[in-house]
């Protein structure tokens, strides 16, 4: 499943033969409907728990579902304003969300444009702040005492949170338990080392994915994908 960020559109690929198919959207929107009928605003980010899809909205400033079997589009969390209200599903407000990772109980959100680190529970659609000041920049600690730079990239290996924190070129850590968050990787300036830790640097770091084991990362101005052990 593929968030066609620049169409506006929820694409599908059967990995088998290739096919491409539009799952939902249609042109620049928020309306929430069935398939085509539905609308989104630059989506980026997407997650599944294998039943629904969970798109961050971009420039709609919302998280919204697909549930898979009959791509019906329903909004998630957002008022659809730019904001960073905590609270329950709509009345909740994000700037321009754009990574989105999932446990399978809550979703996690790169806020990127106030540094934060959000959580929805999807039973209830509570928004919470994990962590973040609401300003830039790089320092290490619990929570909202933590800071991040135009986070973007973000998985789960369902006890951590890793985030690629973009501007900074660093990759974090969040323990979701007591949202400490530390630095994995990376010296905090623009580089291609490799390296072990804070060693290594990056340009740009965007996009991240984990098998476990290792993390992955899109470092892109590098054009180079990366693996942290």
Known sequence: YVADQSNHLIRK????????????GSSSGSTDATGTSASFNGPA?????????YVADLSNHRIRKIFISTSAVTTVAGTGSTGSA????????????????TDGTNLYVADSKFNFI?????STGVVTTVAGTGSSGSANGTGTSAS?????????????????????????????STGVVTTVAGTGSSGSA??????ANFYIP???????????VADTYNNLIRKIE
């Open 118 to 122: 959000r959580k929805i529970v999807i």
């Open 45 to 53: 980010g997407i997650t599944t728990d294998g039943t629904n899809l």
């Open 206 to 216: 965007k996009g991240i994915t984990t098998d476990g084991t290792n993390l992955y």
């Open 13 to 24: 690929i059967v990995i088998s033969t290739g096919v491409v198919t539009t799952l939902a």
């Open 86 to 101: 905590n609270g329950t599903g709509t009345s909740a407000s994000f700037y321009n969300p754009i990574g989105i990772t």
């Open 194 to 199: 490799n390296g072990t830790g804070t060693s």
């Open 148 to 176: 991040f730079n135009l986070p973007e990239g973000i998985t789960t290996d369902g006890t951590n949170l890793y985030v690629a924190d973009t501007s900074n070129h660093l990759i974090r850590k969040i323990v979701i």
